[in-house]
C-alpha cells in the first residue's frame, strides 16, 4: 500500500480510537476487555477456505476479502483507494500472518463501486479480478432479493486477521467470532446520519465485547453460510452501543455478479 494510504488509515484508527473513549467514559461497566476479533476464536483457512488476506506486494496483510469464484475476490472499497493492480497481492490458504504457505495471486483488475467516496456514505464494495485463479472453494453471496438475511437478531459470522483492540496489533492467526444483527432503527440511533440503511448493516451486542477491528476490513459477515456483508466500519471497537458495520451485500449484489461475470 502506499504511504498516503497507510497515513489515511492511521488517521481513521485515531478517531475511531477518539470515538470508543468517549464511549468507555459513557458507559464504563458495559464494555468488555478488548480481545482479538475482539471476543471471537481462532480458526483457520481450512475451515474457510474462500477467505483471503489482503496484502501490499511484500505481501503484509492489510484487509480481508471473500473468494466468490476462482478468479473474483470481494472486499471493501475502502481497502483499495490508493491501491493499484500492481501494489496488491491476494494470498489465500494461508492461516498465520506470517506464514509463506498458501497461494498468492496478483490482480489483473480492480473494480471499485463508483459511487465509493468514503465509508459513512456507503457504496463500500469492490471486486478483484485474480490474474490467477485460486485453488479453493468459493463462498456463495446474497441475491438482490435475500435481504430476509438481515433480520434484527439473525446469527452473523465475522472472520479476519484485525486488530485485537482500537489503535492495537494484528492477530497472527485467522480468528472468527458471531454477533447478532441490529435493526436498523438501533444501528440509527447509535450512528445518526451516519448509517445509511440502502447501504449497510450493523451487527453486535448492545454490551459490546465482540466485533471486528482494524484489519478486518473488506472481510466477510456470513449470515446462513452465504456472504452478506463486508466489513467496513464502527466507532472504535466492540465498545457497548456501537455495533460494526457492514456493507449490505444485496444491495450491491446485481452490481458485483456484474463483475464477476466480466
Ligand atoms: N475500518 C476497519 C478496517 O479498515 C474496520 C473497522 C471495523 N470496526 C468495527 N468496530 N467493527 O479494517
Given at each position: 500500500m502506499s504511504g498516503l494510504t497507510r497515513a489515511r488509515r492511521a488517521a481513521a484508527v485515531a478517531a475511531t480510537a477518539a470515538a470508543?473513549?468517549?464511549?468507555?467514559?459513557?458507559?464504563?461497566?458495559?464494555?468488555?476487555?478488548?480481545?482479538?476479533?475482539?471476543?471471537?476464536?481462532?480458526?483457520?483457512?481450512?475451515?474457510?477456505?474462500?477467505?483471503?488476506?489482503?496484502?501490499d506486494a511484500s505481501q503484509d496483510q492489510f484487509c480481508g476479502g471473500t473468494l466468490v469464484s476462482p478468479t473474483k475476490v470481494v472486499t471493501a472499497a475502502h481497502c483499495m483507494t490508493g491501491e493499484t493492480t500492481g501494489s496488491v497481492r491476494v494470498v489465500g490458504g494461508r492461516t498465520y500472518l506470517n506464514g509463506t504457505d498458501g497461494t498468492v495471486a496478483r490482480v489483473g483488475h480492480i473494480w471499485i463501486h463508483p459511487d465509493y467516496r468514503r465509508v459513512t456514505r456507503g457504496d463500500d464494495v469492490a471486486v478483484l479480478t485474480l490474474s490467477t485463479p485460486m485453488p479453493y472453494a468459493t463462498a456463495p453471496y446474497v441475491s438482490s432479493s435475500d435481504t430476509a438475511v438481515y433480520a434484527a437478531g439473525s446469527t452473523a459470522r465475522v472472520l479476519g486477521w484485525g486488530t485485537?483492540?482500537?489503535?492495537?496489533?494484528?492477530?497472527?492467526?485467522?480468528?472468527?467470532?458471531?454477533?447478532?444483527?441490529?435493526?436498523?432503527?438501533?444501528?440509527?440511533?447509535?450512528?445518526?446520519?451516519?448509517?445509511?440503511?440502502?447501504?449497510?448493516?450493523?451487527?453486535?451486542?448492545?454490551?459490546?465485547?465482540?466485533?471486528?477491528?482494524?484489519?478486518?476490513?473488506?472481510?466477510?459477515l456470513l449470515i446462513g453460510g452465504r456472504l452478506a456483508g463486508i466489513t467496513s466500519w464502527g466507532?472504535?471497537?466492540?465498545?457497548?452501543?456501537?455495533?460494526?458495520?457492514?456493507?449490505?451485500?444485496?444491495?450491491?449484489?446485481?452490481?458485483?455478479?456484474?463483475?464477476?461475470?466480466?
Open positions: 470508543a473513549a468517549t464511549a468507555l467514559l459513557a458507559a464504563p461497566s458495559a464494555v468488555a476487555a478488548p480481545q482479538p476479533i475482539v471476543g471471537g476464536t481462532t480458526t483457520t483457512t481450512s475451515a474457510y477456505p474462500f477467505m483471503m488476506q489482503i496484502t485485537t483492540s482500537s489503535g492495537g496489533t494484528s492477530s497472527n492467526q485467522l480468528r472468527t467470532a458471531t454477533v447478532p444483527t441490529v435493526s436498523d432503527s438501533s444501528c440509527a440511533s447509535s450512528y445518526r446520519t451516519r448509517f445509511v440503511p440502502s447501504d449497510m448493516v450493523c451487527a453486535g451486542y448492545s454490551s459490546g465485547g465482540v466485533d471486528t477491528c482494524q484489519g478486518d476490513s473488506g472481510g466477510p466507532d472504535g471497537c466492540a465498545a457497548a452501543g456501537y455495533p460494526g458495520v457492514y456493507t449490505r451485500l444485496t444491495t450491491f449484489s446485481d452490481e458485483v455478479t456484474a463483475q464477476v461475470g466480466r
